[in-house]
Structures are given as structure tokens and as C-alpha cells.
């Protein structure tokens, strides 16, 4: 049987009729749907589509590792424009700091010429320490100026009294000591500090005590009494202590001091 190569072969069964005529028979030409060739009859078929299966899975991946990389990249970026934003900020308070500091300095010296300037610069401060005074009832205390942890600046000392070099506001303290071997319960003391301006005496601290021992006490008693405030003074000003009985102030120097130093 020959065929033509140009069209697809059809499939021809040959039935026999059952009547005894062998040589007779019928064709029965049936014409087959054409339907898409199946994978497992062709290989290459196959193989073809496990590659494009491949592929797809491949572009899956890409496209998810390129979509890490950008998430990656994209929280680089936000870091590192944190950190340069906190160095932009730091810059700028290291830049106002100064500029500020600086800027409170010139108003408080607003209305001063240079020569009180310089005068402001020097220190205003005394500390003096007690000594054996004299033997009178009451009177004006005696200090040591000179020795041990005594010492003036910027203050003039001169027979038991402090002259300030210039107005303003002091820190102004005394303490004196009392010492007596017996008891008597009415006594006391007085401690007074005073002020002189222009010749005029004002006193402006006192203390004052009395019952602080025991009578019939034939143990030695022992008090002090401090005073301290602030102080507006002016130039020229003259500072004065007085006791009551300065013959009881104990032997003990850095017991009793007088002394003041400048706020502003």
C-alpha cells in the first residue's frame, strides 16, 4: 500500500463480511480527532516543559533576592540619614552653646567703663582669728591679721575694725567663745556686731544668752555664740565686734574669727 507523503496517514481497517468472499473486503476509513500530542509519547516535549517550569522558578527567586537587596538598601539609607541628621543637630548646639555663654557675659557688664572693669577684678575678703585681748569690761575686739590662717584682701584692718574697699553685697560672720571655771546662773553675755557709716554706730547682729549653766555646778562652763547674715555695704564702710565680757573669751584663736568676703 502506498500512500501520499504530503498528507497525514489515515488509519484503514479491514473487516471481513463473513460470506465467504475472502478476497472481498470492506475499508472503513474513520477519521480520527486531532487532539494536542501527549508528553509521554514525545520526549522532547517533555523536556521542554520542565524547562519552562525551571524558568518560572528562577524568575521566583530573582525577584525575590532582588526584593531583600532593596529592603537591605533601604534600611542602610534610613541609618545612615539618622546619623547624619544626629551630627547635623550636635553641630548646631555645639555652635549655640558657645554663642550663648558668650552672650551672657557682656550684659552684666552693661554701663561699666574698662577702669571698673578692672576693679571688679580684685578680691574683696577677710578672715581674722582671735588673740589675748585686753582686760577691760566690754570695748571693741583685738584680731590677728597677719598670722596663721588670717589674712585680708581688698579689706583695710586697723585696731580691731574692717574697712571695705567698695559698694556691695557681703557675707558678714563672727564667732566668739566663752569660758568661766565656776557657775553663776545669772550670768551672760552679749555678742554684737556693728557697722559704722559717716561717724554713725548701727548695730546690725546681736546674740545674747544668759541661764547656760547649772547653778552650784563646781564644773568649768563653756558656750559660743555666732552670728552671720548678708549685708549691703558701701564703700568706707567700718565693721566692729563687740562681747561683754572679754575676759571670758577662751584661749582657743580658730574658736573666735571675724571676717566677711564679697558676693557681688
Same mark, same amino acid.
Not at 524547562?51 to 537587596?69: A, D, F, P, S
Given at each position: 500500500?502506498? @500512500?501520499?507523503?504530503?498528507? #497525514? !496517514?489515515?488509519?484503514?481497517?479491514?473487516?471481513?463480511?463473513?460470506?465467504g468472499h475472502p478476497k472481498q473486503h470492506r475499508y472503513y476509513h474513520q477519521q480520527m480527532p486531532r487532539s494536542p500530542v501527549?508528553?509521554?509519547?514525545?520526549?522532547?516535549?517533555r523536556a521542554e516543559m520542565?524547562?519552562?517550569?525551571? +524558568?518560572?522558578? &528562577?524568575?521566583?527567586?530573582?525577584?525575590?533576592?532582588? *526584593?531583600?537587596?532593596l *529592603?537591605?538598601?533601604?534600611?542602610? +539609607?534610613?541609618?545612615?540619614?539618622?546619623i547624619l541628621r544626629l551630627q547635623t543637630e550636635m553641630q548646631r548646639l555645639t555652635q549655640e552653646i558657645p554663642a550663648q555663654m558668650q552672650s551672657l557675659t557682656p550684659q552684666?557688664?552693661?554701663? /561699666?567703663?574698662?577702669?571698673? *572693669?578692672n576693679k571688679n577684678t580684685q578680691n574683696s575678703?577677710?578672715?581674722?582669728? +582671735?588673740?589675748?585681748? #585686753?582686760? %577691760? #569690761?566690754?570695748g571693741t575686739l583685738k584680731w590677728e591679721a597677719n598670722l596663721g590662717d588670717a589674712f585680708t584682701e581688698g579689706i583695710k584692718y586697723i585696731n580691731g575694725g574692717l574697712q571695705v574697699?567698695?559698694? @556691695? /553685697?557681703?557675707?558678714?560672720?563672727? %564667732?566668739?567663745?566663752? /569660758?568661766? !571655771?565656776?557657775? &553663776? !546662773?545669772?550670768?551672760?553675755?552679749?555678742?554684737?556686731?556693728?557697722?559704722?557709716? &559717716?561717724?554713725? &554706730? %548701727?548695730t546690725i547682729m546681736e546674740d545674747h544668752q544668759e541661764g547656760f549653766c547649772t547653778a552650784g555646778s563646781k564644773q568649768p562652763w563653756m558656750t559660743g555664740s555666732h552670728l552671720g547674715s548678708l549685708?549691703? /555695704?558701701?564703700? #568706707?564702710?567700718?565693721?566692729?565686734?563687740?562681747?561683754?565680757?572679754?575676759l571670758l573669751i577662751s584661749k582657743n584663736y580658730h574658736s573666735n574669727y571675724f571676717g566677711l568676703f564679697k558676693i557681688n
Open positions: 500500500m502506498s @500512500g501520499n507523503f504530503g498528507h #497525514s !496517514p489515515q488509519p484503514v481497517f479491514m473487516v471481513d463480511s463473513g460470506r501527549p508528553c509521554w509519547t514525545f520526549p522532547p516535549a520542565k524547562k519552562r517550569g525551571c +524558568g518560572r522558578m &528562577n524568575g521566583t527567586i530573582v525577584w525575590g533576592l532582588t *526584593l531583600i537587596l *529592603l537591605v538598601f533601604a534600611a542602610l +539609607g534610613l541609618g545612615a540619614y539618622q552684666k557688664q552693661v554701663g /561699666l567703663n574698662p577702669a571698673e *572693669l575678703a577677710a578672715h581674722l582669728i +582671735g588673740k589675748i585681748w #585686753s582686760r %577691760r #569690761s566690754a574697699n567698695m559698694t @556691695g /553685697l557681703y557675707f558678714v560672720y563672727s %564667732r566668739v567663745e566663752f /569660758l568661766s !571655771p565656776k557657775c &553663776n !546662773p545669772r550670768d551672760s553675755y552679749t555678742h554684737i556686731m556693728s557697722r559704722q557709716r &559717716n561717724g554713725r &554706730n %548701727r549685708q549691703h /555695704l558701701k564703700q #568706707s564702710d567700718w565693721l566692729f565686734v563687740n562681747v561683754s565680757h572679754p
